[in-house]
């Protein structure tokens, strides 16, 4: 064969080879995405293979694989209307608390849904909020009642505002009757299995998340907590003891500007919060009350201009046993002054199993993993 015809064997062959790099390997820059947004971020192809999401959750809410399979219902919303007690199909409502099963919710377009009453999501519900702009705002937001299996993903919700009670759909497609609630973003009740990825939360009454009354395996992920004074609350009151079991993983998410407290505030319960950014505090970063369990690491912490420097705050009641504290803090990074105050204790591990388990990175990585935390945007015609 002549030189000439090797070398058209070999241009053709280096022409596949590029065209197949391109085409099917991942985009160099998901190298440095997180290791949530790094099982799909990359694949152009997303939208049609949505429920893969499911796969990449870490932490205590584990892998969602109950949230999609061959029953899997697949729902569009297109109406943003909203009637608590007769939800029309095409409805936010309708997906969510009518429908029974495993249930996958997207939007037809851009929507600001504005809830009359809180939305109570059902069991193996998963709200996609990807490819469009969607705001919940601006009245009664999100609770999830006795409910578990359920994901909640790429929302805005914000200037959630107190309700009295009245009468609602339930999650379970059946009228019930709900008592006051206090306009959080997102409200954890008796709830198992929840995750909450890609989320960007910010200037409601009360708080934006809120786990309570024995709520447990819960992972919060990548979302973009700002403007709000009380931010995240794990755990009831002091007084409920059944929050003891609650485990909750906080990860890759970012907290500010203009953040106050709670990022989160423990009670009775376990925190493992890790690769998060905290741009400022007015008050503390991350407390607890009631003999709470915290291994905080990997963090970066970065103080306020003035004001408190500390990071962490302990409500001590006569009661408490000061010897079974956990706030253990592990590779954390600290700047402008912040400083965290351990406990005596050993440090509380995480103890996860292995689809709960994910490798936690340096806290050197912490503004690369935690910059695309929030709603990301999404077009027609890009990556995420």
């Known amino acids: 064969m002549s030189s000439q015809g090797m070398n058209g064997i070999l241009y053709r062959s280096v022409l596949l080879l590029v065209i197949t790099v ?55 919303v297109t ?35 504005k809830l009359h009453r809180p939305l109570l999501i059902s069991s193996f519900t998963s709200i996609d909020g990807r490819g469009v702009n969607i705001h919940i705002a601006h009245n009664a937001c999100f609770m999830i009642f006795k409910a578990s299996n359920i994901i ?26 709900l008592g006051h609630v206090d306009g959080d973003a997102i409200r954890l009740v008796t709830a198992s299995k929840i995750w909450i990825d890609h989320n960007t939360l910010y200037d409601c009454p009360d708080g934006l998340l809120d786990v309570t009354r024995g709520s447990t395996n819960v992972t919060v992920s990548n ?3 700002r403007e709000q ?15 003891q079991k609650m485990k909750v993983t906080v990860v890759y998410n970012y907290f500010g500007p203009n953040c106050g407290q709670r990022m989160p505030r423990i009670r009775h319960g376990y925190a493992h919060v890790a690769n998060n950014l905290y741009q400022g505090w007015m008050k503390y970063a991350i407390g607890g009350s009631m003999e709470p369990s915290l291994k905080s690491e990997a963090n970066l912490f970065i103080a306020p201009q003035s004001g408190s420097k500390e990071v962490t705050w302990r409500k001590e009641n006569l009661n408490d046993d000061l010897e079974k504290w956990e706030f253990y803090s592990v590779g954390d990074v600290f700047e402008n002054g912040a400083s965290f105050r351990e406990t005596k204790s050993v440090g509380a591990k995480p103890n996860y199993n292995m689809e709960q388990m994910f490798k936690v990175a340096e806290a050197k990585n ?13 077009s027609k015609t890009s990556r995420c």
Request: with cysteine; hydrophobic share 35%; aromatic share 10%.
């Open 366 to 378: 912490v503004r690369q993993l935690s910059r695309s935390a929030g709603a990301l945007r999404c």
């Open 22 to 76: 391109t085409l099917f390997a991942p985009n160099l820059s998901a190298f440095t995405m997180n290791v949530i947004d790094n099982c799909w971020r990359w694949n152009p192809e997303w939208r049609r293979h949505r429920p893969q999401l499911a796969t990449c959750s870490v932490g205590y809410a584990g892998k969602m694989t109950n949230n999609f399979g061959k029953e899997l219902i697949h729902y569009k």
């Open 152 to 177: 909640i993903h790429g929302l805005r919700i914000h200037h959630c505002k107190p309700q009295g009670p009245g009468t609602v759909m339930g999650p379970e497609g059946k009228l019930i009757q």
């Open 223 to 225: 979302n973009w907590f």
């Open 229 to 243: 004074n009380k931010v995240m609350l794990l755990g009831h009151d002091d007084g409920f003891v059944r929050d």
């Open 79 to 113: 109406d943003h209307s909203d009637d608590p007690i007769n939800p029309k199909p095409g409805t936010l409502r309708y997906g969510a608390s009518v429908i029974q099963g495993k249930v996958w919710i997207t939007f037809q377009r851009d929507m600001h849904i």
